[in-house]
């Protein structure tokens, strides 16, 4: 249960700093609350993948692969409901998706019998 709640957890918090990548995007600006809350979600359920594969298969490359490809496929489905913005939403959605594997594969670390 602790590897699901960190990818949970992670992936709330990394999902907020995803959202907020949209500031960059001048157009998008005025819709920064509702994107940041999207991400949030998008985060969790990347985080919720994560640490669901942590806990079933111990690789920490095959962590990596599937929090990206996780993320990948959310972020691209957000892409294709708003029809543009591809690489703006993909990239970090990848990036938290990666980071997100990582971390479910690394923490916490097993206690010292």
Same mark, same amino acid.
């Given at each position: 249960?602790?590897? !699901?709640m960190?990818?949970?957890? !992670?992936?709330?918090?990394l999902?907020? #700093?995803?959202?907020?990548?949209?500031?960059? &995007? $001048?157009?998008?600006? =005025?819709?920064?609350?509702g994107?940041?809350?999207g991400?949030?979600?998008?985060? @969790?359920l990347?985080g *919720? /993948?994560?640490?669901? #594969? /942590?806990r079933?298969?111990?690789? @920490?490359? +095959?962590?990596?692969v599937?929090? !990206?490809?996780?993320? +990948?496929l959310? =972020?691209?489905a957000?892409?294709?409901?708003?029809?543009?913005y591809? #690489?703006?939403? +993909?990239?970090?959605? =990848?990036i @938290?998706?990666?980071i997100v594997g990582?971390? &479910?594969?690394? *923490? $916490?670390? $097993?206690?010292? /019998?």
């Amino acid at each position: 249960m602790k590897k !699901l709640m960190v990818g949970i957890a !992670l992936g709330g918090v990394l999902g907020i #700093f995803d959202g907020l990548t949209a500031w960059f &995007t $001048p157009e998008v600006r =005025s819709q920064v609350a509702g994107i940041v809350v999207g991400s949030c979600f998008k985060g @969790v359920l990347t985080g *919720l /993948a994560a640490g669901a #594969f /942590a806990r079933k298969v111990h690789s @920490v490359p +095959m962590g990596i692969v599937v929090g !990206l490809i996780v993320g +990948m496929l959310l =972020s691209f489905a957000v892409a294709r409901m708003q029809g543009k913005y591809y #690489f703006e939403i +993909m990239l970090p959605g =990848s990036i @938290v998706g990666a980071i997100v594997g990582f971390a &479910t594969q690394r *923490l $916490p670390k $097993p206690e010292a /019998a």
